[in-house]
């Protein structure tokens, strides 16, 4: 070769180079290879990402598949695989305009799979959203008709939820019963293997189709880019474990470290915490069939007594936010100041005053928590020492979480019960309202003014009559202390220093990451 063809190629060769390492703007060089080990707390009960709302798959699948719509950073609907959808005037036909996407195995999706993919879900889907479906058309390989028998508003949302996503497969596979699938997606990343008891493989999928209308990462959406040529997601129940392994750098990311351990290691250069705010309600369920609870004078008392600073501060460690609203800010649902007036009172002589006025007389409390989780623990014992600090009888029962979780499905046995909701704020207002609204809501009586907005937010088709109808149930639920909101919490992911892009999320999001 002559030095002149030598150099030539060379020129090329760090022109290629520029171009995968570097963004146009970014201020970070941006890595394409290498292999990124994650450590997830339980094993993924399957794979199949629609049939199953663990999150342990979760986390694994949205690599994997795409869905039509999906949630942007703030949880907004946003398209994936649609690029733009209309609804019409009645509120009874979506018809979506596909991207074009390929699948693993080298095949380009039409509307056709996507048809044969919702198929499938009204047979082995997590969710029952497809049961006012009434029929699906694919007028060309770009357009999805979908055809409801009555107005769902609440359609979108429950289309786009992750909770278990409904994502697109080959049609092929579609006909399959629930995990015989074979792992074929559109995602950023192509299975690889699953060894039960020990991992899941992922790897880049190079005929990757981006998003273009996305800019980069978006939520679940966006303009994905996979830089690393491997994935391994690891089973490790143990903290300490998955700890140890990411300071040795055996791992390099952590799905979910402890507020202590992330605040311990706060200085370690070799380690990078990312907080994620806000991750769950805290909420205080009060059981209004069972006395002295089923006076509303008792429960505005506790209402009025409880400080939620200390028990939030207790019960997270310190990852926190106190706030009244049944809905995020940044979401259409938040309410701005309505209702606030009835949070954060830490008023013990209102608090004696509304008991005295109820006629209370030392009955016991019985606040019914489990030893699974010590969120809930913290909390119950927390609020049980505020509450004996107005006079009030308190018993704290502590059993194991099946227990509680049945127990408190029942009008008696129980006064209150301290849970952590964590992805149905997320998914917005309709199943939080849901489960609060008729025959089974959870604090044991049904209330016609939760029934009758729970009746509006998913019948009625403007936004502005939902909005108002969510205000409500709000207005409701703070009114009358059904449930006291304590504060949101929030969960720390971690990753090594070397680890570039990654910003935590519902799930860690392994795209847009590279390793330095």
Do not use: C
Request: net charge neutral.
């Amino acid at each position: 070769m002559t030095t002149r063809r030598l150099m030539m190629q060379a020129t090329v060769a760090l022109a290629a180079v520029a171009a995968a390492t570097f963004t146009t703007g970014s201020a970070q060089a941006q890595k394409r290879g290498g292999e990124i080990v994650m450590a997830q707390q339980a094993q993924p009960p399957t794979i199949d990402g629609m049939t199953t709302t663990a999150q342990a798959t979760r986390n694994i699948s949205l690599h994997i598949w795409e869905m039509i719509v999906t949630r942007d950073e703030n949880a907004n609907v946003i398209g994936d695989l649609a690029t733009a959808w209309t609804i019409s005037p009645d509120g009874l036909t979506y018809t979506f305009t596909l991207r074009e996407a390929r699948f693993h195995n080298g095949k380009m999706m039409t509307s056709a799979d996507a048809k044969a993919s919702l198929e499938r879900y009204a047979k082995v889907g997590g969710s029952p959203f497809m049961r006012p479906v009434k029929e699906m058309t694919t007028p060309d390989p770009r357009t999805l008709v979908i055809t409801l028998s009555n107005p769902v508003p609440g359609f979108l949302e429950q289309l786009s939820s992750p909770r278990a996503p409904a994502v697109v497969i080959p049609a092929e596979e579609a006909g399959k019963a629930a995990n015989q699938i074979e792992n074929i997606g559109t995602g950023p990343y192509r299975f690889v293997e699953f060894r039960p008891d020990s991992h899941v493989k992922l790897a880049r999928f190079d005929g990757y189709i981006q998003n273009t209308q996305g800019t980069g990462r978006d939520g679940f959406g966006g303009k994905k880019t996979a830089w690393v040529d491997t994935i391994t997601i690891r089973f490790v129940p143990e903290g300490g474990a998955r700890t140890a392994g990411l300071q040795s750098g055996e791992f390099q990311v952590l799905e979910q470290m402890p507020t202590p351990t992330a605040k311990r290691l706060a200085n370690d250069r070799t380690i990078t915490t990312h907080e994620m705010m806000p991750w769950a309600f805290q909420v205080f369920i009060f059981n209004a069939a069972q006395a002295p609870t089923n006076n509303p004078k008792v429960r505005q008392a506790i209402q009025a007594a409880i400080d939620p600073e200390e028990v939030m501060a207790i019960s997270t460690d310190g990852s926190y936010r106190l706030l009244h609203g049944w809905q995020y800010p940044g979401t259409p649902y938040f309410q701005g100041d309505l209702g606030k007036e009835n949070y954060n009172q830490k008023n013990a002589a209102k608090a004696k005053a509304l008991l005295a006025e109820a006629g209370y007389k030392g009955e016991e409390l019985l606040i019914l928590t489990d030893s699974s989780f010590k969120n809930h623990n913290d909390t119950a014992i927390t609020i049980g020492e505020q509450l004996k600090a107005i006079g009030m009888k308190v018993n704290v029962r502590v059993v194991d979480w099946p227990t509680a979780l049945s127990s408190t499905t029942k009008k008696e046995g129980w006064n209150a019960w301290p849970l952590m909701m964590g992805i149905e704020p997320y998914e917005g207002p309709y199943n939080v309202v849901s489960f609060f609204a008729g025959p089974n809501a959870r604090m044991q009586v049904q209330d016609p003014v939760i029934d009758a907005a729970n009746q509006t937010l998913t019948t009625a088709l403007g936004l502005a009559e939902r909005q108002a109808a969510f205000g409500q149930f709000q207005k409701q639920m703070m009114e009358q202390a059904f449930v006291i909101k304590v504060g949101e919490v929030g969960i720390f992911q971690a990753t090594r220093a070397n680890v570039k892009g990654y910003k935590p999320y519902r799930i860690p999001r392994l795209w847009d990451v590279w390793v330095e």
